[in-house]
């Protein structure tokens, strides 16, 4: 039921939603998230973002929490698409899309998505600033916080 993509190419909200969808009547809500690439980070101007995973482990990685989901909660199907590769200020990153019957559970499945997709899953991300520096983005206690709301799950 989940799509999961671990890709260099941008995505198309619209179309990946059509996909998802793919024309059923019994998808009553879709829960979403996109996350785009910033240009502040503690106080400096960012120039571009590069992204790092580890093929292979990355994908059954994101296979693990998007089945924890469709466990947790009554999906129709989920998608999760991480970009990799080098992103400028303003482009898309990641896409969640949780669809259910319901909205409170199309809702609730695309935050525990995003929230366990940004902890437990292998990416690196490197940072370009305008000052000539660079610097690897480090795991934040308030991601951390936001998943542990979850709980645990197996393989996370």
Known sequence: ??????QAADFDIGAETRALTG??????????FLGT??????????TAMTLEHYP??????????????EGRWPL???????????????????????????????LEAAGFLIDWLKTAAPFWKMEEFADGGTGWV???DTDGAAAARWGTFPGA
């Open 23 to 32: 024309g059923r009547a019994d998808i009553g809500a879709i829960g979403s």
């Open 56 to 69: 292979g482990m990355t994908e059954r990685s994101m296979a693990r929490i998007a089945a924890e989901a």
């Open 1 to 6: 039921m989940a799509s999961v993509r671990v």
């Open 138 to 140: 480090e795991a934040r």
């Open 76 to 106: 129709l199907g989920c998608t999760l698409i991480h970009r990799i590769g080098r992103l400028l200020p303003g482009e898309n990153i990641v896409l969640v899309l949780a669809a259910s019957p319901h909205r409170h559970a199309a």
């Open 37 to 46: 690439v910033r240009d502040i980070a503690g106080g400096r101007r960012i």
